[in-house]
């Protein structure tokens, strides 16, 4: 077989198999709608219900990620480049550091109301 039957063949086969492939996973891969279609009808209502709520969410998510890369913070990278997730970390650990607090802050007023009612009840006897 010469050189350039050898590759038209492959050349073929590439295109054959690039552009092939894809189409076919296109082709038998079922829409959302059908997906649907398939639950039966207590999981239906569930999806129904549960569909703004998970949208709202997504749509927090993404204008999160939007407001993480319109930071100005400067990057720890060497090469000066950008990334995402060092800015999403610092968020989550001042998220968590919010909440450690709460949580601090609502334990200190149980245990103001706890010595309130001790008071209250050495007092009241």
Do not use: C
């Not at 549960?50 to 993404?62: G, I, L, P």
């Not at 997730?85 to 149980?110: F, L, S, Y």
Request: proline residues 4%; positive net charge.
């Amino acid at each position: 077989m010469s050189k350039a039957g050898l590759w038209i063949k492959m050349s073929a086969a590439f295109l054959i198999l690039s552009v092939g492939g894809p189409a076919t996973l296109y082709y038998f891969q079922p829409t959302d709608e059908e997906v649907f279609k398939r639950y039966n009808p207590e999981l239906q209502k569930r999806s129904l219900a549960n569909r703004k709520e998970r949208e709202q969410e997504f749509d927090a998510f993404v204008n999160k990620l939007k407001g993480y890369s319109k930071s100005s913070k400067p990057s720890t990278d060497p090469t000066g480049n950008f990334y995402v997730w060092e800015v999403a970390a610092e968020d989550e650990a001042q998220t968590r550091a919010k909440a450690i607090e709460q949580q601090q802050k609502a334990a200190a007023d149980i245990q103001k109301r706890r010595e309130e009612i001790k008071r209250q009840s050495i007092s009241g006897q």
